[in-house]
């Protein structure tokens, strides 16, 4: 209700100034906010992510004490039972290293091997070797010999070595920090005082259970703690500046060093283990190889429990505390239940142990077994429970893990028969170590990361050990870890920020199809620009549209115009602009180009907007070219500029560079070039959104492929997920589809390799990929083939894709990253849409598997594997129309009862007859009978489907090959559906998918592969034609198309318009009626545009800006009631870059107010005079329509806005309520009985306004007495009312950057006007490749059907499967299912890929989650700032390089 009233208000407001106050508002435009499910989500994911750190973590320590008290030479095991336990002891162990070694072996083979260094693997494998032998000697020999509670303290020792190197290295942030490792040091050393003081105390005091020699394992537990502590010792090292070179060389050759170390500690554990156990231990306890095979039954179980219990749960933890880290929950779901795991796990055992210690009382017969000597003074209550355990350890009842575990307590002081304080020892040791570790990993407390982290960068080791699972995880992560350039990292790990270009190529949309790109884009540049708000994504962006064939030409002048297109864009970005600030577009810039022409407009928060409007008889057309040109542009230009700035010459009309909004002002960066920005930013970081004229985002799913990008070097491209948006049978069919092939098919070339298609329509780029060798240089050929024809033009962002892998980048796909793309809602489209897309897939995929061994070998993403599996989906897809076929001939056994070997001729009939018509009718034709075969399909479909189901339960059982086919794939796409929580309605349109099949998958095919000699792009043609009667309605009244069966009238018609259009200029020579009449601005001579500019000299007051073009206010005095070359309905389109005044002095960064009285308004009066730019004929009705501001109507608007929005960071809230109210009343004073509410003003009149508000400002400023930055206050006032009567501009383009476009345009854009005799080569060459096509297809689908065919022939008695048929209720039937061989081989490739496609998407699930709630906890925060004023300075780029103050302007 509150939205509503809100919208009243403004709507009234609007009201008061005009009769028309009624406006569009786009879905979405509205201020994003963070929404209350995704805080809670992520609150709630983090709280379960943390309790399963902590309870894997103290499973597997439990699991792992549990079997090595099972070990001891104490328990009450026999031998037999041991040596079973200590062989899974050893197999816990091995097991990470067995993980590490598989996962490096697989990097190797089928990644990249790079060959390390023999120096530094010989180091490595040194300092993995002890730390092997400490494992294998402490977990093997030493803590068996110990108790448990002694097992659980020991541990924490490992610390000790990264302690001492924090304090040698001095790793601390602040100097007090050091008093961390010291008391760590500290503390341990004091636990190894008390366990040796501890085990005196035992042997002194006579506890029962104590091995022989403890003392010697006590001193070799230290040694091997000390040993394992080696483990962690690059943490430290990174840390610090030490061997820096060595550590960097590492990363290039971890994997290959992991695949030595890895066996090398596999080997080493073995040889302790078998070392001792066959040589060193007492006979009596050696291996018996015999002894494994007579193990109990129980031994086994409990055995291989604990073994596997261990080995997840540890594998568990390790995973769920990555990603702890990666959601930011480094505090409460990682440092915190790591920590806890230690007396988590202590204080489960005690519960354990309280609630179970009656099952460990004996019965009446085994308590005879035990007498008590009545001499004998016991001082605990421990010592009879202890006794009275082995009379237990014969007795089946007995919980064998409780059992040893109490008998395993009962060797500490508890037991003590003199005393139980020693036992404080014990316990004192556990505190002191636990204590330690928490001491010595404080970091791990304040460590941030960004928001989305590579595990690398978490952690130093890949590897984990399973036996100290907790003190790894802390001591692992990283003490310092490189970040990108994010808010909330430290300010020392700054890196590089990037640069983001939004390209957006249009043709032919319609009105709501550009509101949707442009409202995405005012929404981004709202969250990028508001400087109340807190930021936490770090990048500079600027947005292009270009506009394909942007002009036209009026028939009977031969004038060159704009399009009705432009015309649309132009009022959709003026209706935009005013639903996000309610006023008009502050400044609008008209350049001719040598392409056409651009239009330049600064969005409200400094952003700006270009848009390029292309003529197709200047350069060509169509969207690749417009890909090349904008890339050339963007990279190859721009860059040069950046690496290359001596070389610019200043102009004396020099061009707005970079406008920074902060606080409501627009500052300068004085520089020579538009992108001063990218001068510290590397191409590494400059990112290319490439986007349709109309594609639907967020802010939030550009910054999540922004987000794939920084954190992997080697990604090229990213895309999202694309929902198609429209209404129709069409529509729900292509929202099902798509949704399939994104869950399915995308994640899983994501997770198995990488993406072949990053869509047009939604995807960013990496610069430096797309300057690789053999990228866009390649991307321009120009096709000459026919093969080139289908490849290059038919699907271009699949043929950059494919390049890009080529040259061994990846593409890669985020889930989370939404966009919306209408869809093709006609049959016609869709079919013309996918004759180009299916081609061009199967091409282009053919061209990687064709190189696909030197791909592997330059792509580490791709692998043989991979490779394969592309092989056997292509298989399947080109046996697509056989397998439909089948499953038509199938539904006719089904539905009408007909023989197999029937069905299949009478499935085959109808496809062969279409693709006979295909042949030999129109394209036109040959949809319509596609239509026709489509529904009768649908309805076959849909019978079938009814009928399997009835076929089920007529034969009592769904275990029959159609039914399993049918059911478990109606649960696959169930449950992916509900793992989409967001998209699983989708699901509904499965049916309509299913019955649509044949049509897609069979008709579709057929029309394609027939009509692939056409390269035209097939959609969006009816709005070509559309504008071509526009072009005809200029001159003629369409009304009289009525008439058109007779010619003659249509001329009639035409010579007397032109007879009107004489008579109408000779009565009235300034009135363009007709639209053709001369533009009055080139028959002005130069000394009367010198008297203007001399004339209206101060219309802009002090702060007039040089590049502003003296001939736009004499455009001023033309009439005003000049009819509008542009129509009034629009669509938008978005495009963005940071803009700046070059001499725009207004910039305050000194606070002292005296300072400011150097700026007078003599200032620029010295500036020079600006040559005439002369204007083509579309230049003038654009413009006219941007003149529009200047009216009376809204003047008014504007100025009230441009205020608010100049003080909206300021605390003075009252003198911008009385700014607005005294200006609007002085404006209403001005203009009130001199003009309409629709007159734009002229120069004159302008110039008399501003006078006057500038003088009614600076009256109130004074007035308030405000007593700091009265005067700049003033100034900024005086700047949005120069803002508020600025006119558009018409500028030159820079000499540099006319003569680029022109050497591009001939190098590469020149439009193609290629000879008759090529085109024809051409058309016969691709219905050449068509026939092939064609022919290949149709053998392959032939030999599969035929077959089947005589399969059925032969029938199944012959040649046949058996499978066992059971009913519902469990019982075999009597006869059993025969299938044929080919059918099953088809639904069992069929289901494995399936089962493959679904296992990648549950992975893809997962780090989608990971990354989604990352991004929630780390977007921007929509809480206004406290702080008033931040003017000291402006940080652009990299904020360590560049830093701009008031003397640099």
């Not at 590492?250 to 290959?256: P, Q, V």
């Not at 636990?434 to 595990?455: A, F, M, N, P």
Request: charged share 20%; proline share 4%.
């Amino acid at each position: 209700m509150e939205e509503l009233k809100q919208r009243g208000r403004k709507r009234e407001g609007r009201h008061r100034d005009t009769w028309d106050p009624f406006q569009l508002n786009p879905i979405g435009a509205e201020k994003e906010k963070k929404r209350t499910l995704f805080r809670i989500l992520q609150s709630l994911v983090a709280v379960i992510v943390g309790l399963l750190v902590l309870a894997s973590g103290v499973v597997s320590k439990g699991s792992l004490l549990v079997l090595i008290t099972l070990t001891s030479p104490v328990s009450l095991r026999n031998n037999v039972d041991k040596q079973f336990y200590t062989l899974m002891l050893m197999c816990v162990l091995v097991m990470p290293n067995v993980l590490m070694f598989l996962k490096s072996l697989w990097k190797c083979v089928f990644k990249s091997y790079v060959a390390p260094n023999p120096r530094t693997l010989g180091i490595m494998c040194g300092i993995e070797s002890l730390v092997a032998i400490g494992t294998a000697i402490l977990v093997l020999i030493v803590m068996p010999k110990l108790d448990v509670l002694t097992n659980l303290c020991i541990p924490g020792g490992i610390c000790i070595l990264s302690a001492v190197f924090q304090i040698i290295f001095r790793l601390q942030t602040q100097g007090w920090m050091i008093l961390y490792p010291i008391c760590s040091l500290i503390l341990v050393l004091s636990g190894y005082v008390l366990l040796v003081v501890d085990y005196y105390v035992r042997e002194s005091s006579f506890v029962p259970g104590q091995v022989d020699g403890c003392y010697i394992y006590v001193g070799i537990a230290i040694f091997a703690t000390l040993l394992i502590s080696l483990n962690w010792w690059e943490n430290p090292f990174q840390a610090s500046t030490n061997i820096q070179e060595m550590l960097s060389e590492l990363d290039t050759f971890r994997d290959a060093v992991y695949l030595f170390t890895s066996l090398i500690r596999i080997a080493l554990t073995l040889g302790v283990y078998f070392l001792y156990y066959c040589v060193i231990v007492e006979s009596d306890a050696r291996i018996n190889w015999d002894a494994f095979t007579k193990a109990s039954k129980g031994t086994v179980e409990i055995g291989l429990g604990l073994f596997f219990l261990q080995a997840f749960c540890s594998a568990a933890c390790h995973w769920f505390g990555v990603v702890a880290c990666k959601i930011h929950s480094m505090t409460f779901a990682f440092a915190l239940p790591v920590s806890l795991t230690g007396p988590a796990t202590l204080i489960l055992g005690i519960i354990l142990f309280l609630t179970q210690a009656e099952s460990l009382v004996p019965s009446s017969q085994t308590a005879a077994l035990y007498v008590v000597n009545e001499n004998f003074t016991v001082k605990t209550p421990f010592w009879t429970f202890c006794h009275e355990l082995e009379a237990l350890k014969n007795v089946n009842t007995t919980p064998v893990v409780m059992l040893e575990m109490s008998y395993s307590i009962c060797k500490t002081s508890l037991n003590n028969p003199n005393a139980m304080w020693p036992f404080s020892m014990l316990a004192l040791e556990g505190v002191c170590m636990w204590l330690g570790l928490v001491s010595c990993t404080y970091y791990v407390w304040k460590i941030r990361v960004q928001r989305i982290e590579r595990t690398s960068q978490l952690f130093v080791r890949r590897l984990y050990e399973s036996a100290f699972i907790d003190l790894s995880m802390l001591l692992n992560t990283k003490m310092k870890t490189v970040r990108t350039a994010n808010k909330e990292s430290s300010g020392n790990d700054q890196v590089e920020d990037c640069v983001i270009y939004l390209c957006a190529t249009m043709w032919h949309e319609t009105y709501d199809e550009m509101l949707k790109i442009m409202t995405s884009m005012f929404r981004l540049d709202r969250y990028r620009g508001d400087p109340k708000e807190e930021h936490k994504d770090c990048f500079d962006f600027e947005c292009h549209i270009y506009v394909d064939d942007g002009f036209m030409l009026e028939k009977d002048t031969e004038k060159k115009l704009v399009n009705t297109y432009v015309c649309d864009l132009i009022q959709v970005v003026m209706e935009v602009y005013r639903v996000f600030t309610n006023k008009e577009p502050d400044e609008v810039s008209i350049i001719e180009t040598p392409y056409g022409g651009r239009l330049v407009f600064v969005m409200p928060e400094g952003n700006m907007l270009y848009i390029h409007l292309k003529d197709k008889q200047l350069i060509r057309n169509k969207k690749r070219w417009s890909q090349i040109m904008y890339l050339y542009y963007l990279l190859g230009w721009k860059g040069y500029n950046v690496k290359n700035p001596q070389k610019i010459i200043r102009q004396n009309n020099p061009c707005r560079a970079s406008l920074i909004s902060l606080d409501g002002e627009s500052y300068l960066l004085p520089s020579y070039d538009n992108d001063s920005k990218r001068r510290h930013i590397s191409d590494d970081n400059t990112y290319i959104m490439a986007l349709d004229g109309d594609t639907d985002f967020h802010p939030a799913a550009l910054i999540l492929l922004v987000d794939r990008l920084r954190m992997y070097d080697n990604v090229g491209a990213a895309c999202g997920r694309i929902h198609p948006t429209g209404m129709g049978p069409m529509v729900w069919y292509q929202k099902f589809e798509y949704a399939v092939g994104h869950w399915l098919q995308k994640t899983a070339e994501h997770v198995f390799g990488s993406v072949l298609c990053s869509p047009g329509c939604f995807s960013l780029f990496r610069g430096s990929a797309l300057m690789d060798d053999n990228v866009l240089k390649r991307y321009t050929t120009k096709a000459t083939r026919a093969s080139e024809y289908v490849q290059y033009d038919q699907g271009e962002d699949r043929w950059l894709c494919t390049l890009l892998l080529q040259q061994g980048w990846r593409v890669e796909y985020n889930a989370a990253s939404d966009a919306f793309t209408n869809s093709p809602q006609e049959f016609k489209e869709f079919y013309n849409q996918r004759r180009r897309w299916g081609p061009s897939t199967l091409a282009n995929t053919l061209d990687l598997l064709h190189s696909g061994k030197d791909t592997v070998k330059r792509n580490t993403s791709i692998s043989i594997l991979y490779i394969l599996y592309q092989i056997f989906t292509v298989a399947s897809s080109i046996l697509g129309p056989a397998s439909v076929t089948l499953m038509v001939a199938g539904a006719f056994q089904f539905v009408f009862g007909i023989e197999g070997t029937l069905s299949i001729i009478i499935a085959v009939i109808p496809p062969a007859v279409y693709m006979l018509i295909c042949f030999v009718a129109k394209p036109n034709f040959q949809i319509t009978i596609a239509a026709i075969l489509s529904v009768i399909y649908a309805f076959l479909m849909t019978a079938s489907f009814f009928s399997i189901i009835g076929d089920m339960v007529k034969q009592g059982t769904f275990i029959t090959p159609t039914g399993l086919f049918l059911v478990s794939g109606a649960i696959l796409y169930m449950v992916t559906a509900v793992l989409h929580p967001q998209e699983c309605t989708l699901i509904i349109y499965g049916l309509m998918y299913f019955i649509c099949i044949p049509s897609g998958y069979l008709l579709l095919t057929i029309y394609s592969l027939v009509n692939m000699h056409i390269v035209s792009w097939g959609t969006r043609e009816s709005n070509k034609a559309k504008e071509q009667k526009k072009h005809v309605g200029v001159v003629c009244n369409r009304d009289c198309r009525m008439c058109c069966w007779d010619v003659k009238i249509q001329v009639t018609q035409e010579t007397e318009n032109q007879v009107l259009q004489q008579i109408q200029q000779a009565v009235n020579p300034n009135t363009p009626a007709a639209k053709t009449e001369p533009e009055e601005p080139k028959t002005q001579s130069a000394q009367e545009v010198q008297d203007s500019l001399d004339a209206n000299k101060h219309i802009l007051d002090y702060e007039e800006m040089p590049r502003k073009k003296d001939n736009s206010k004499e455009n001023l005095n033309k009439d005003n009631d000049e009819k509008d070359s542009c129509s009034e309905k629009s669509g938008s389109s978005k495009s963005y870059e940071k803009k700046a005044d070059p001499f725009n002095d207004d910039t305050d960064y000194d606070d002292d107010d005296d300072d400011d009285d150097d700026y007078t308004y003599s200032d620029y009066d010295t500036l020079e005079t600006r040559e005439v730019v002369p204007e083509s004929d579309w230049v003038e009705p654009v413009k006219k329509e941007f003149l529009k501001k200047l009216t009376y109507a809204n003047l008014k608007r504007n100025l009230q806005e441009q205020i608010r929005y100049t003080l909206r960071n300021r605390n003075h809230e009252d003198v911008c309520d009385e700014l607005v109210l005294i200006l609007s009343d002085t404006l209403n004073e001005e203009l009130r009985d001199k003009v309409g509410p629709e007159d734009v003003l002229s120069v004159s009149q302008l110039e008399e306004l501003q006078y006057a508000l500038n003088e009614a400002a600076r009256r109130i400023v004074k007035t308030n007495r405000i007593e700091t930055g009265a005067l700049r206050l003033e100034r900024r006032v005086k700047r949005a009312i120069e803002r508020t009567l600025v006119a558009p501009q018409v500028e030159k383009l820079s000499e540099d950057e006319h003569d680029f476009w022109n050497k591009l345009i001939e190098r590469y854009l020149l439009p193609i006007q290629d000879t008759k005799a090529h085109l024809e080569e051409v058309t016969r060459e691709l219905k050449s490749l068509r026939n092939k096509a064609v022919f290949l297809y149709f053998i392959i689908n032939v030999l599969w059907i035929v077959a089947t065919f005589f399969l059925q022939a032969i029938g199944t008695e012959v040649l046949s499967i058996n499978i066992p048929k059971y009913y519902p209720n469990g019982t075999l039937a009597p006869d059993p299912l025969r299938v044929e061989p080919l059918s099953l081989m088809f639904l069992l490739s069929f289901a494995i890929l399936l089962i493959i496609q679904f296992l990648a998407m549950l992975y893809h699930r997962v780090y989608t989650l990971i990354h989604v709630v990352s991004y929630r906890s780390t977007e921007k925060d929509y809480k206004e700032r406290d702080e008033e004023d931040e003017d000291e300075g402006l940080v652009l780029g990299n904020p360590i390089n560049l830093t701009i103050t008031a003397d640099d302007l």
